[in-house]
């Protein structure tokens, strides 16, 4: 069966940092891309970032760019992303999520092949 968990959500202040963290189990991921999306109440789940199946190349949506990474092991079949400078809007659940093929890093919301059941991500200001 396949699991991913999300871990490392919680509450901060305006300006401070976190670093998600998605274990995936039941099967091996290392031929496929991974992501994190992210769902604000009331607005559509969207991508934050996506990573390739070796970690060459990386997206960012334009709101994160310069403040998130993403970044993967595949030896531990995990995929992290660190975020700093957050910023109120950063506020949603963000859920991990694994897509083939495993070039592809602007990952297509309908294409996702599993999902993780999200970790709350909660900017006051």
């Known amino acids: 069966q396949v699991q991913l968990v999300e871990s490392g959500g919680g509450s901060v202040q305006a300006g401070g940092s976190l670093r998600l963290s998605c274990v995936a189990s039941g099967r091996p991921f290392n031929s496929f891309s991974k992501g994190w999306f992210r769902q604000a109440p009331g607005k559509e789940r969207e991508l934050v970032a996506g990573?390739?199946?070796?970690?060459?190349?990386?997206y960012y949506t334009d709101s994160v760019k310069d403040r998130f990474t993403i970044s993967r092991d595949n030896a531990k079949n995990t995929v992290d992303l660190q975020m700093n400078s957050l910023k109120p809007e950063d506020t949603a659940v963000y859920y991990c999520?694994?897509?083939?093929?495993?070039?592809?890093?602007?990952?297509?919301?309908?294409?996702?092949?599993?999902w993780g059941k999200g970790t709350l991500v909660t900017v006051s200001s």
């Open positions: 999520a694994t897509f083939f093929p495993g070039n592809i890093v602007e990952i297509p919301i309908s294409g996702v092949n599993y």
């Open positions: 990573i390739s199946w070796n970690g060459g190349n990386t």
